[in-house]
């Protein structure tokens, strides 16, 4: 439930005493949650009449000099000192730091919510930068130039390296075996033919028939599923499947002709952009880790089905790789925005990954404007939620967020839908925190 008027007046003078917010919460039986969101919006809304008689006898009358001093130079100095990984992502108007600590978390996989402009980007970026920090490197898949080096801070952008895909396509080859692919050519032909499946929407039977032309195409060039030391001969790549599938569909005395015709017409136009080739830009996961750099894999000028297919592609190859590294400590983030590009099933590479991939070495921060974008399993499995404002339709992402901190999903509603810009609710260990972020001038980032 709401507060009233006259709560919302009591909340904001007791902060005014410098009370905390849960002693105000009790004596006001209301939630700090609410309390929180009043504190951080008190340079923002003003009380606008004094208060009753009645009311002072709980509050005394609200200061006129609430501002926050702006640090000086040193005090933000010693303020983005990191110590043991610890990531300031604000401090709540008491001043309380609210950190974040992918190296020491049980779960490092971070969610980002917000509506455009109220600075969910803005932030992630700096988050990258502190990662950078801290001795670890990020990989982002951009689909729209969000991430392009212009819009991180000078400081880093020698540390910056950008792999334009949609233009140039990549040297990566998604029909390489990995060691995690215990049955060699067969495992590789199930996760690329299952990819176009679920994209293109092509039937179990087009399905099968790419499965079998993928495993064909290892043959012809001495690659078999029982002769394991056949598995690391080069590759084909997928120009070979497409040309493949092209002389099966104009052969008429194949009994597969009018099947390999449907679905090469079907899934035709991501082999026109020829995005993973030998030709293209020279990129390996192991070079992107090792180098320490933030690394935008830039998808700009693909759309639509062929953008999700060399997604899906590039989050399958990721993810492959660090499995076949075996348990490894945290050591790379991915970063993935605008979830509704993603599918969150559970035989995709984004369900894998939320799933399992932290014990091998990787982590995830997945972002969208729209927490409805996000699975059930996604919500679970990030241990820390960073919500700039955001008004969700349906309701269950504010059911989700109010049963983990023992708040009434009303009150949760409230605080997403009316939150400040620059300001996020941060859920972390089953408590809900509301914050200034810290911009990239308080993080030394400028």
């Not at 001043?95 to 969910?120: C, D, R, Y």
């Not at 199930?190 to 994209?199: L, M």
């Not at 991501?270 to 390996?284: E, I, M, Q």
Request: glycine letters at 6%.
């Amino acid at each position: 439930m709401s507060l009233n008027d006259r709560e919302v007046r009591l909340v904001k003078n007791m902060l005014s005493e410098g009370r905390k917010i849960h002693e105000i919460a009790k004596t006001l039986n209301v939630s700090p949650v609410q309390v929180a969101l009043i504190s951080s919006q008190r340079d923002v809304i003003k009380v606008d009449r004094p208060i009753s008689s009645t009311e002072k006898s709980i509050s005394i009358a609200e200061d006129d000099d609430t501002t926050t001093k702006p640090e000086s130079k040193q005090q933000r100095v010693e303020n983005r000192k990191n110590i043991h990984g610890d990531i300031l992502i604000g401090k709540t108007n008491e001043g309380e730091q609210v950190i974040w600590n992918p190296l020491t978390a049980p779960n490092p996989h971070l969610m980002v919510v917000g509506e455009s402009g109220f600075g969910k980007t803005y932030g992630i970026t700096g988050l990258i930068c502190e990662l950078s920090r801290i001795g670890l490197p990020t990989i982002i898949i951009d689909y729209s130039r969000s991430y392009e080096e212009k819009n991180f801070p000078n400081k880093f952008r020698g540390n910056f390296q950008e792999v334009n895909i949609g233009k140039f396509g990549v040297s990566l080859n998604p029909l390489e075996i990995r060691e995690s692919d215990v049955r060699g050519p067969l495992s590789v032909a199930v996760r690329i033919s299952g990819t176009f499946n679920r994209i293109y929407n092509i039937g179990v039977h087009q399905e099968a028939l790419l499965r079998e032309v993928i495993v064909e195409i290892y043959e012809k060039r001495g690659i078999y599923e029982q002769s394991p030391e056949t598995w690391t001969k080069d590759a084909p790549h997928l120009s070979h499947l497409a040309a493949e599938l092209q002389a099966i569909s104009e052969d008429e005395e194949d009994q597969r002709q009018k099947r390999a015709e449907l679905t090469f017409s079907h899934i035709s136009n991501f082999f026109a952009f020829n995005s993973f080739n030998p030709n293209g830009a020279k990129f390996s996961w192991l070079n992107g880790i090792n180098s320490n750099k933030i690394t935008v894999l830039q998808l700009n000028g693909l759309d639509g089905k062929p953008q999700k297919v060399v997604t899906e592609f590039l989050l399958w190859d990721i993810y492959s790789y660090f499995v076949s590294r075996g348990p490894n400590k945290l050591s790379c983030f991915l970063v993935l925005d605008e979830a509704h590009n993603l599918s969150f099933k559970s035989d995709t590479p984004v369900d894998k990954i939320v799933r399992e991939a932290r014990k091998f070495g990787l982590a995830a921060i997945l972002a969208s404007q729209q927490p409805e974008d996000f699975s059930g399993p996604v919500f679970t499995c990030t241990g820390t939620k960073i919500c700039f404002q955001v008004a969700e339709q349906k309701g269950k992402f504010i059911q989700k967020i109010a049963s983990k901190c023992s708040s009434k999903p009303n009150e949760i509603k409230d605080i997403l839908s009316t939150i400040p810009k620059a300001h996020v609710f941060v859920l972390s260990e089953n408590k809900g925190k509301v914050c200034k972020f810290d911009s990239h001038e308080n993080r030394g980032l400028a």
